[in-house]
Every structure is written in structure tokens, then in C-alpha cells.
């Protein structure tokens, strides 16, 4: 058997029951302010992870923006390059044009009554021209003509196509320079 024996006063009772009460109290606040300070700090350490992905973000779609206006500017770059190279072979073309019109044209102007040009055949920078001519005078004169042009050079009428006084049949070859066939 038991005996219990109460040696506490009732007074003393309660005020150690409102100290155990403040004591509990004081336990739940320390232990719910832990919870509190540990619960912001992993706030403010998903704030700062946020930032940090929200900032490499950023500075990646930058750089991806950056990357398609790069690439458009090499593109027009390459685009503008190709077309300068499509006019310098355009001039350069122009350039290396010959230009037989002139050469008839000057043919043409030299030629006068009695003279009859039957064929003109080109190879190069070569003329061969064949005909008819009236008298040995005129063929004799129209190759003087043709020598005393700028634009031809060695003027050759064979002795052969001389021997005939009347409708004598020629050839003359002559050369032609280059620099009146292109176009200045």
C-alpha cells in the first residue's frame, strides 16, 4: 500500500503548474520559431535559385535573339556578296564584249561604187573579205583605204587577184584591233 502525501500547498501547486504551462508554451513558440526561420530561409533560397534561372534565362533568349539577327546579317551578307560577284562578272563580260557592228559599220563607210563585197568571214581578230571589184584602180584604192584605216592592220591583197584589168575577183585578209571591237 501506498501512501501519498501532498506536502505542496495549493498555491505552490498552481504556480508550478503555470510554470510548466509557461514552460510548454515557451517550448511550442521556440519550436514553431525554428520551423518559421527554417521555412523563410528555404524561401529565400528558392527566391534566389529562381533569380538566378530567371537571369540565365533571360541571358538566353538574348543570345538566341542575338543568334537569329547574327544569322540574318551573315545571310544578307551572303546575299550582298553574290550579288557584287554577279555584277563584276556582268562588267567583266561588258568589258570583253566584241563588237563586229563597228567593224562593218567602218567596212561599210570605206567601201564606194565599184567595189562589191560578196563574203566577210571573221576568225579571232582575222577578216577575210572576197568580192568583186570593177577596175584594178578601185581594188588598189579601196585597199589603200582599208591599210590607212586605224582599225586594220597587215592588210594583205594577194599580187594574184592584180593580174586582171576588169571585174577582178579578190580576197584580202587583213587583221583587225582589238581595241575597236569593244565598246569605250
Not at 541571358?59 to 543568334?67: C, H, L, Q, V, W
Not at 583605204?145 to 587583213?174: M, R, T, Y
Amino acid at each position: 500500500m501506498e501512501i501519498k502525501l501532498n506536502l505542496i500547498s495549493p498555491e505552490k501547486k498552481a504556480e508550478i503548474a503555470k510554470d510548466n504551462q509557461l514552460t510548454a508554451i515557451v517550448r511550442i513558440e521556440f519550436f514553431l520559431t525554428v520551423i518559421l526561420v527554417v521555412f523563410l530561409g528555404m524561401l529565400l533560397l528558392f527566391n534566389y535559385i529562381l533569380k538566378i534561372n530567371l537571369n540565365s534565362t533571360l541571358i538566353a533568349e538574348k543570345k538566341s535573339e542575338n543568334s537569329g539577327k547574327y544569322d540574318k546579317i551573315k545571310e544578307l551578307d551572303a546575299n550582298f556578296s553574290q550579288a557584287n560577284r554577279n555584277i563584276s562578272d556582268v562588267i567583266s563580260i561588258k568589258k570583253s564584249q566584241l563588237y563586229w557592228s563597228k567593224i562593218f559599220v567602218k567596212i561599210n563607210n570605206l567601201i564606194f561604187p565599184g567595189i562589191k563585197i560578196n563574203s566577210l568571214i571573221t576568225s579571232d581578230y582575222s577578216l577575210n573579205l572576197t568580192g568583186i571589184s570593177d577596175t584594178r584602180d578601185n581594188l588598189i584604192l579601196f585597199k589603200d583605204k582599208l591599210a590607212g584605216e586605224k582599225c586594220f592592220l597587215n592588210v594583205n591583197l594577194p599580187l594574184a587577184d592584180l593580174v586582171g584589168k576588169s571585174d577582178i575577183v579578190f580576197q584580202i585578209d587583213l587583221n583587225v584591233d582589238k581595241n575597236c571591237l569593244k565598246n569605250q
